[in-house]
């Protein structure tokens, strides 16, 4: 991983921080908004049994696993779902570093999973929604009017395509180094949500 894009990641979630996020999530918790104890989620985005979390929870770990499938588009998620790529345990090692960003982003996470409105247009959590469903909350983030929402977005997204495209298993589908890349192989496409288009 480049020191720029590990730069552009530490940015997008110290920003999150001094924006108010905490106090977002602290006016959720108060109003009942999110639970009190994390508990399980879909054993296919479980932490897998030999990981040991420091800085995310089961559930935080399932909440951004979730997230980031939806962000690096198909052949991530396809990636994922069959467990050749593992951004949840590369955001673990990346928090090892930056171990002051771990809290704010354990509750952006909580807020992604369990806000309901008018926080987010979701009833249930985004670990249980469809695809398309998980894609239209992300929506709602990025094209938010409050700033707060747009950065929880941002540090998501920005700690998702660092997770996955800083993973070595991620040069069989972005075809880089381009020793022979594969027609239309394209990196800034590549790291486009589908939405910027």
Do not use: N
Request: net charge positive; with cysteine.
């Amino acid at each position: 991983m480049s020191a720029s894009h590990r730069e552009d990641a530490l940015a997008s979630l110290a920003a999150l921080d001094r924006r108010g996020f905490l106090r977002l999530a602290g006016l959720a918790a108060a109003a009942g908004v999110l639970p009190s104890g994390c508990g399980d989620s879909s054993s296919a985005l479980a932490p897998p049994p030999d990981l040991a979390l420091r800085f995310l929870t089961p559930r935080t770990y399932a909440v951004f696993t979730a997230a980031a499938a939806r962000i690096v588009g198909p052949a991530g998620a396809q990636r994922i779902e069959a467990r050749r790529l593992d951004p949840g345990a590369r955001t673990e090692a990346f928090l090892a570093s930056a171990p002051s960003l771990a809290p704010t982003l354990r509750q952006a996470l909580l807020v992604l999973e369990f806000g309901v409105p008018p926080l987010l247009a979701k009833l249930r959590p985004f670990t249980a929604l469809a695809g398309e469903a998980q894609d239209a909350i992300l929506r709602e983030l990025m094209a938010s009017r409050f700033a707060t929402k747009r950065l929880i977005f941002g540090g998501v997204r920005s700690l998702a395509l660092l997770a996955c495209y800083g993973d070595a298993a991620s040069r069989e589908w972005i075809d880089y180094p381009p020793a022979s890349p594969r027609a239309g192989a394209d990196i800034e496409a590549a790291h486009r949500y589908p939405a910027d288009a």
